[in-house]
């Protein structure tokens, strides 16, 4: 069985980065695509940004060219850098991994930027 865990996230001015990892541990999987999504109080679970195990990426209109997704296949891990944050972008990231048997996701990490 795969589990997600994410790490990196905290409270940050306007303006300033973070950078999100989410690790999968376990045994016997492949992991296809990993995605990173977040939740603001309220609405509903939003994509940011996607990325293939081949390395093809795509992001949300509000966070391209401020968000880059990466990942570590060595690793099972992605990770999220987050530059130029405005409270725009608090919310709940989560993490998801698409793997043979479905979709894994992770328990979230909070992400306050204050303005």
């Known amino acids: 069985q795969v589990q997600l865990a994410e790490s990196g996230g905290g409270l940050v001015q306007a303006g300033g980065s973070l950078r999100l990892s989410c690790a999968a541990s376990g045994s016997g999987f492949r992991i296809n695509a990993m995605g990173w999504y977040r939740q603001a109080p309220g609405k509903q679970r939003d994509l940011v940004a996607i990325?293939?195990?081949?390395?093809?990426?795509n992001y949300a209109s509000t966070v391209k060219g401020r968000f880059t997704i990466s990942r570590d296949n060595a690793k099972n891990t992605v990770y999220l850098q987050m530059n130029s944050l405005t409270p725009e972008d608090t919310a709940v990231y989560y993490c998801?991994?698409?793997?043979?048997?479905?979709?894994?996701w992770g328990q979230g990490t909070q992400v306050t930027v204050s303005s």
């Open positions: 998801n991994a698409e793997v043979l048997t479905g979709v894994v």
């Open positions: 990325i293939s195990r081949g390395g093809i990426t």
